[in-house]
Nanobody, 120 residues
Framework: QVQVVESGGGSVQPGESLRLSCAAS????????MGWYRQAPGKERELVAS???????NYVDSVKGRFTISRDNAKNTVYLQMNSLKPEDTAVYYC??????????????WGKGTLVTVSS
């Protein structure tokens, strides 16, 4: 059984920073792409940032230059450093990971989400 658990959400003022963490545990052979998605009230879930095993990254335009995704393959963990936060970054942030339980068997896993609120 595999679990993906986020942490690090909270309430901050505009311009402040937060760091989200997401740790995968259980029967893990390896992890492919890991990513952070977010869903604001009344909006669809969107990809914020993703990172491959080799650490190639991709960001949505609205967070480029402010957010940084990174991962520690030894700890099966992905991070999202969020700087210069804006009210429009307010959302539930979800971790996603494609996890292989063996050399040929992999599937997508989601965390339950962590709330980030940016407000003055």
């Amino acid at each position: 059984q595999v679990q993906v658990v986020e942490s690090g959400g909270g309430s901050v003022q505009p311009g402040e920073s937060l760091r989200l963490s997401c740790a995968a545990s259980g029967r893990i052979f390896s992890i492919g792409v890991m990513g952070w998605y977010r869903q604001a009230p009344g909006k669809e879930r969107e990809l914020v940032a993703s990172i491959t095993y080799g650490r190639s990254t991709n960001y949505v335009d609205s967070v480029k230059g402010r957010f940084t995704i990174s991962r520690d393959n030894a700890k099966n963990t992905v991070y999202l450093q969020m700087n210069s936060l804006k009210p429009e970054d307010t959302a539930v942030y979800y971790c996603n990971a494609f996890i292989y339980s063996s050399i040929s068997a992999g599937m997508n896993y989601w965390g339950k989400g962590t709330l980030v609120t940016v407000s003055s």
